[in-house]
């Protein structure tokens, strides 16, 4: 059972038909539940999916969204429709945001509570007091 936050993103995110989550470490749920919803989901983490225990039914690719910030294409498995992260540190805002642009992709996060988004972002109040950070909008 996901908790009433989690069920705030799962509502917001099953919008798209297609996502993936940057830095899913060991709390999959979002991932998993937005996959029960029909929403084609991928996972990707500096961590092996071993080490974090992520569930084979998920797509996952062991990488750096700073690394993929940098090359000519971030990787296939960011093309889709939403780039997500959940309580993204400040210092991966700007290569998140660099790896939904090159993917053509709209870039939602939340952060740890304390911290300001280190891009423009417009902000959106979720049910359950959860505030998402809307970085970039396809038009």
Known sequence: MNSPRENALVGRFSAYASAVEIGVGRRPEVALALAERGVDVAVTDVADRDELEVPPTLRFAR?????????????????????????????????????????????????????????????????????????????
């Open 63 to 139: 990488d750096d969204v700073v690394a993929a910030s940098e090359r000519d294409h971030p990787g296939e498995v960011y093309d889709a429709d939403l780039v997500y992260a959940l309580n993204l540190p400040p210092e991966l805002h700007r290569p998140a945001l660099a790896v939904a642009r090159a993917v053509g992709a709209d870039f939602l996060f939340t952060t740890l509570g304390y911290d300001s988004p280190a891009v423009p972002a417009r902000t959106e109040s979720l049910p359950e007091g959860e505030t998402l950070f809307v970085a970039r909008k396809r038009d």
